[in-house]
């Protein structure tokens, strides 16, 4: 019982590459970080960060923004798109609110985003595009909360 207790054997310390690596990757992902959701944003969440959450921080940042947005092979406009589309379709409206207010910053155009959405209806389906759609006005429009579920974006 006692052997079946014992913890794994200890990690060996990253070598000079690996830690080069990281930093690398955190460089990167604060620059693409600050791009997208901009750097007051980005200096309010890393200032917020305790001793609970600072791994979380350095790992979205090094990973999400250091690995895979900076990967080739999509613009920066694809892959926000791409993002705003997951978002929605997890019904994740805080972090899709971020993402929208975020899309002045990567050029993507409100037309870009409803189009988007209509995808989201199709294949995610209408309560996760409507609930979608009542975020984009109030972030792109400001259109206020109790309006923004009239017209477009209000079904049943």
């Known amino acids: 019982m006692a052997d079946e207790q014992r913890s794994a054997p200890a990690q060996p310390a990253p070598g000079a590459a690996e830690v080069g690596a990281n930093e690398s990757s955190w460089a990167r992902g604060l620059e ?8 007051a ?3 309010r969440a890393l200032a917020a960060a305790t001793d609970f959450d600072r791994d979380f921080q350095s ?3 090094r990973n999400a923004w250091g690995e895979i947005w900076a990967r080739p092979g999509l613009s920066l406009q694809t892959r926000h798109l791409l ?5 929605a379709t ?3 409206q805080e972090e899709l609110e971020m ?5 002045r910053n990567t050029g993507l155009t409100p037309e870009e985003v409803r189009e988007a959405l209509m995808q989201v209806a199709v294949y995610a389906g209408v309560p996760a595009a409507n609930a979608a759609l009542r975020t984009a006005k109030r972030v792109l429009f400001g259109t206020p909360a109790a309006e923004a579920g009239r017209g477009a974006g209000e079904h049943g």
Do not use: F, N, P
């Open 99 to 103: 993402h929208l207010a975020a899309t």
């Open 83 to 87: 993002t705003i589309v997951m978002l």
């Open 90 to 92: 997890l019904d994740r």
């Open 41 to 43: 944003h980005v200096e």
């Open 32 to 39: 693409l970080r600050r791009a997208v959701l901009g750097s």
């Open 59 to 61: 790992y979205i940042t």
